[in-house]
């Protein structure tokens, strides 16, 4: 009986797949992104495509208003559904039509506040309008310049925020990603 | 579209053992869980290979947040070596290839039982509490749809008559561990069964904490810098356990978490709970370069 008393062979350490380290990575941007609101995370790509393979799959119902999105998103197995019924959300905000979908998502209820969407558009950091942060993640306030944003949509977001129940949104620029959780308030300098 | 990019080629394992939905499953609800501190989440909690009850949850979330450069801690009443601790962390270890520590400073990633290391967290680490019972409405509600509902009514009274009864009885607060505590002024959570000691160390701290119980299928969460406050009547404050003169009688450490050690002739000896603090105090007495980071507490006093 040789086997027993051999020492054993050394278990091969376990790598992550492209695919693995990737949401991975993103994920914990994501994380951060929202655990510190208004701060500036890397992604290991830019676009919305790496968020929604870390995210969603054939259990979520995903509204999105670009095309090539579109049929990424299909891939992954996700449900195309219009904005008012999905949970994740990926939009245009740069126009007048991305708020009427907006006006439209989930927010969930203050029984279910899980059933709040997760909204994720482009923005473009360091312009535009100045957005004073307070609440959970900011230790006092901290103020951040988002462009390329529809006017308006500040407000729409304030009306329909009704805590616990709102949308949790992540702006997108380039590689770079801020997240305003709906525990954040915002005012608009 | 063809099999090919159907599928993906054969492993024997997915890496970090969870899946890939089940991880972004996870994400998801992670993700609520901090936009809603405090708030349970509902999750499928996967089977992983331990009893429901061990650290199931805990251990799901860390799983999906592992990579190759984690560094990982696991906690079980405060020990490193415990069994329980010992078995998950390198469980945790064979499954992503991340390095095991001890040392609270050095780790990226807290697994832990009962217990927040005595050192405090920075802003980068991300602390995971296993959670028996997630609801803190149990005593007083029984029914899981009534409970939530008073939730979403933030309906807490019921919380302070217990909390009044006890004092009443006793003459003091006598929750021992899980001490009701409203996060973000908003929603009350039970913060594990961490001793009253370790409460305050969740209330506006550097660090991001998860909070995740497997048998019960909920996952919520305190971000950093989120107000946690124990539930306390304005005359009678919290009060945390009397250990701050206590000292312990093997490393020689005083003013943190004690466990008490009853000896043959009927009295205590004291250890340090956070057992890798008084390991460290040990080998820096030896003359060792171990270096113990500043920590919540000093000398009994929170700093």
Redesign the interface.
């Known amino acids: 009986m040789t086997a027993l008393s051999q020492s054993p062979v050394p ?1 091969s ?5 492209a ?3 990737r ?3 993103t ?2 941007a ?3 992104a ?3 609101p208004g701060t500036v995370q890397t992604l290991p790509a830019s676009g919305m495509a790496g968020l929604a393979e ?4 054939r ?2 119902k995903v509204f999105c208003d670009d095309p090539d999105l579109s049929h990424f998103v299909a891939f992954t197995g996700a449900a195309l559904v219009p904005a008012a019924a999905a949970d994740h959300a990926f939009l245009g905000l740069d126009r007048a039509e991305g708020l009427k979908n907006l006006e439209q998502i989930p927010v969930g ?3 279910y ?2 059933d ?1 969407a ?1 909204v994720v558009a482009f923005a473009r950091f360091g312009e535009g309008q100045k957005l004073r942060l307070t ?5 006092t306030s901290s103020e951040i310049t988002l462009g390329g944003l529809v006017p308006g949509l500040w407000a729409l977001r304030a009306a329909r925020s009704r ?2 129940a ?1 949308f ?1 949104m992540f702006f997108i620029c380039g590689t770079s990603v801020i997240g305003l ?3 954040t308030l915002i005012e608009v300098l | 579209m063809s099999i090919a990019n159907l599928t993906k080629a054969w ?1 024997p ?4 053992f969870l899946d ?2 089940a ?3 996870l ?6 869980a ?4 405090g ?1 349970q ?2 999750y499928a909690s996967r089977e992983v290979p331990m009893a429901r009850g061990w650290g199931t949850g805990g251990l799901q979330v860390t799983l ?5 450069s984690s560094v990982v801690k696991v906690i079980d009443q405060g020990a490193d070596d415990s069994v329980n601790a010992a078995s998950i962390r390198s469980f945790l270890s ?4 991340a390095a095991e520590t001890w040392d609270t400073l050095a780790a990226s990633l807290i697994q832990s039982r009962h217990r927040i290391p005595e050192e405090r967290l920075h802003a980068g680490q991300i602390l995971v509490l296993q959670v028996p019972n997630p609801e803190p409405l149990r005593p007083v509600e029984p029914n899981m749809s009534i409970a ?2 008073m939730h ?2 933030a309906d807490y009274g019921r919380l302070w008559l217990i909390l009044y009864e006890r004092i009443v009885r006793s003459g003091r607060i006598m929750e021992g561990a899980a001490y009701p505590s409203l996060v ?1 002024g ?2 009350v959570m039970t913060p594990s069964p961490i001793p009253r000691w370790d409460v305050p160390k969740l209330h ?1 701290a550097q660090h ?1 904490t998860f909070l995740s119980a497997g048998r019960e299928k909920r996952l919520y969460a305190v ?5 946690v406050e124990p539930l306390v009547f304005s005359d009678v404050p919290f009060k945390v356990e009397d250990h701050g003169a206590l000292t312990c009688h093997r490393s020689g450490v005083s003013g943190f978490y004690m466990n008490e050690i009853p000896q043959d002739n009927g009295g205590s000896a004291f250890e340090v709970s956070d057992s890798h603090l008084g390991i460290k105090a040990i080998r820096q007495a030896e003359g060792e370069a171990d270096r113990i980071g500043a920590t919540w507490y000093q000398n009994g006093q929170l700093a």
């Open positions: 278990a350490v376990p790598v992550p797949d695919f693995e380290a949401t991975n990575a994920f914990e994501l994380m951060w929202l655990s510190r870390a995210l969603v799959d259990e979520c209820s203050a029984l506040p899980d709040g997760t609440g959970p993640g900011i230790e805590y616990p709102g949790d959780p709906r525990s | 492993q394992m997915s890496y970090g890939a939905s991880k972004r499953e994400r998801r609800k992670m993700l609520k901090i936009a809603v501190p708030c989440m509902p999906t947040l592992l990579k190759p064979k499954v992503s290839g939530r509902q979403a009514d973000n908003r929603h506006m991001l971000p950093p810098f989120t107000k």
